[in-house]
């Protein structure tokens, strides 16, 4: 199998659009293209980009069960809405069963990349695909690679990238669900692989696309059990989906009404907020979550403080610490309910560091207070501690 990159394309959004044409052209004109919609930005202009190009797709979302509610709308009903024409291939009585219990985060990963994968090579059997398109950007292919894009080839060969990989293990940081995987396709075509994800956005902007699918905050493809902590079962998974939407959503207004929309690029060049998420866990402070030291992935317990908020102080303090993952400003204790909530507010250029939302300290409470509405919810915390030393993710 040979993966297709478009490799350095000029980055004004319509000449973009026109390279992306012609490679697409290129590659797989006449041929039937497989493509999975994830309902993030990258898929979604990945599938527009093919439409463009007027390539017979065919366009698939996979339903696992643990994607995100978006204000009381399940993720599978949001893209319906988005692309009426897409096929969605429910798994969830299969997928559920088997990830539920399982504590172990690269466990978890492989459990989705291998639900992934063979859920895409039946689809693309059925269907007789020759090629299989996807939304892999940037940040991507330099993680998993540990090289830069520019030391890719336009056309490679799977075997090429292992050998290439294999060169660069320390530059490895964890494993994505969306490569190195072989299909049984001729080839994969990655229209946006040079591109950052505020390009990511530039492209969706240029095709008309709604604000809410623009300013969409990325989620990880292992999806909301990176956001549980340990073993996720139905009873935790329902509660996550409920918190989630919360702290997504109020953080979504509240932009929205300062600034007239969702994300803004801050005075550092980052997407603010990134991401805005809720995580949850029993205990969350007897469990070891991740961080990042050196360029490493690290497991350790975390730190709560509480006391005075002084967001300058409590950030400046949490990227200092040394032996926990992260430091979690304390909100709200209490002996009853079972989870505890995490709420996380990221501003990032391309999510390889991050900083702290300096949310107003209203805001978070009012997020606090909802919270509490929903039954189970124990201890509240915000996280204050930067990418490094902590990750965006907890597992
Ligand atoms: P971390 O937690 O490593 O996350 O700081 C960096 C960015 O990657 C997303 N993420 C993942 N995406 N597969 C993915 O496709 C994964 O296994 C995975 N883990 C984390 C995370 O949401 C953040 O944007």
């Not at 497991?299 to 002084?310: A, C, Q, T």
Request: proline share 5%.
């Amino acid at each position: 199998m040979l993966n297709h990159r478009l490799i350095n394309p000029p980055r004004e959004p319509e000449k973009f659009v026109k390279a992306a044409i012609t490679f697409l052209q290129k590659y797989a004109k006449d041929k039937k293209v497989f493509c999975a919609l994830s309902g993030g930005i990258d898929s979604s202009a990945t599938y527009l980009l093919l439409k463009e190009a007027n390539i017979n797709t065919i366009p698939v979302f996979i339903d696992h069960g643990l994607m995100r509610i978006i204000r009381g709308v399940e993720e599978r009903e949001n893209i319906k809405k988005l692309f009426p024409e897409v096929m969605v291939v429910d798994i969830r009585d299969k997928f559920l069963p088997k990830i539920f219990g399982e504590e172990d985060a690269e466990v978890k990963r492989k459990l989705f990349k291998d639900a992934y994968s063979d859920t895409i090579s039946k689809v693309i059997k059925e269907e007789k695909c020759d090629l299989l398109s996807d939304g892999t950007i940037l940040p991507d292919i330099e993680e998993s690679f540990g090289v830069k894009i520019s030391d890719l080839k336009e056309t490679m060969s799977l075997k090429e990238e292992i050998s290439l990989k294999n060169k660069n293990i320390r530059g490895f940081v964890k494993s994505q669900h969306n490569l190195d995987i072989e299909y049984d396709v001729e080839a994969t075509v990655q229209p946006v692989a040079s591109l950052t994800k505020p390009e990511v956005r530039k492209v969706l902007e240029y095709f008309k696309m709604p604000n809410e699918l623009v300013y969409r905050k990325a989620f990880p493809g292992p999806a909301l059990s990176a956001r549980i902590i340990g073993p996720v079962t139905s009873e935790n998974l329902k509660f996550e989906k409920k918190v989630h939407d919360i702290v997504e959503s109020t953080v979504d207004d509240y932009y929205t009404e300062k600034f007239g929309k969702p994300m803004i690029i801050n005075d550092k060049g980052e997407q603010e907020p990134f991401q805005a998420f809720a995580a949850t866990t029993t205990d969350v402070l007897l469990r070891k979550v991740t961080g990042m030291i050196n360029g490493q992935r690290t497991y350790e317990v975390p730190l709560s403080i509480k006391g005075e908020w002084d967001f300058e102080k409590l950030v400046h303090f949490s990227s200092q610490i040394k032996g926990y993952a992260r430091i979690l400003y304390e909100l709200y204790e209490s002996h009853e309910g079972i989870y505890d909530v995490i709420i996380r507010s990221i501003n990032s250029i391309d999510a390889r560091t991050a900083s702290v939302t300096n949310l107003p300290i209203d805001l978070i409470e009012e997020i606090k207070y909802k919270l509490l509405e929903i039954p189970d919810t124990k201890n509240i915390y915000f996280d204050i501690t930067p990418k490094p030393p902590a990750t965006i993710e907890y597992v």
